[in-house]
């Protein structure tokens, strides 16, 4: 189960629609959300299609489509559900500050032809068109962002694997060629002296001399201060 998002053109009747059913939905939340927590407070509890049989016919008094009145009452159901086990907090209530931005569509649909897909209640709807993977659409939800409206497809189908490209082979340069580095020898001894398969490189950690270097013969700017 994969999730696709398309972005959605909306005429201005369509668009309408959906804020007068956000605005609907949100009082539809909040009643179900109270009428559970009243509820348990008496002992009382609900199965999902007692549930959902408080709110028959209220579809067409809305003019919601039924599917989706049931399922924003099993987000409510399992909201509490889930608070009950201890496993979420309590549900909170819609909102000026915490708006409803979703509409749930929980039934199948059919794949979209062109740029358009049917959706339930608003009939023929345009999205920007772009390649979907192929399965079984399960159900959707619609989303309002601030960048647009959106419609979230819940496909049945197996997630495609990342393709290789790479040949395997996994390193990091150092970014040196040798791995012995011997601190001021050629100011000691001088170039000539170095002796062979031994290559000496200046670097700003290696520029000093070794404790066992001063020791021995001191250091060349000890020296040269000494004798000025």
Not at 162 to 169: H, Q, Y
């Amino acid at each position: 189960m994969i999730q696709a998002q398309l972005k959605l053109r909306l005429n201005n009747p369509q668009e309408a629609r959906l804020e007068r059913w956000l605005y609907n939905l949100a009082g539809v939340w909040n009643w179900a959300v109270r009428k559970i927590e009243l509820e348990a407070q008496d002992k009382v509890y609900y199965s999902q299609k007692e549930f959902h049989n408080l709110l028959a016919h209220h579809g067409e008094k809305l003019e919601i489509p039924s599917h989706t009145l049931q399922g924003l009452l099993d987000q409510a159901h399992l909201a509490w559900s889930r608070c009950f086990k201890k496993i979420a907090k309590k549900p909170r209530l819609k909102g000026v500050r915490n708006k409803l931005n979703s509409i749930p569509f929980p039934d199948p649909s059919k794949p979209p032809k062109g740029n358009h897909i049917g959706v339930p209640g608003l009939g023929k709807v345009r999205f920007r068109k772009q390649e979907l993977p192929e399965g079984k659409i399960k159900g959707g939800r619609i989303v309002k962002r601030a960048s647009g409206w959106y419609l979230c497809l819940f496909i049945a189908t197996d997630r495609e694997p990342i393709k290789r490209k790479d040949s395997g082979k996994i390193g990091m340069d150092p970014g040196f060629k040798d791995l012995l580095t011997i601190a001021a020898l050629d100011r000691q001894l001088g170039k000539s002296e170095i002796p062979e398969g031994t290559q000496s490189h200046r670097t700003p950690f290696s520029a000093g001399p070794t404790r066992a270097q001063q020791s021995i013969g001191g250091s060349p700017t000890r020296k040269a201060s000494e004798s000025c």
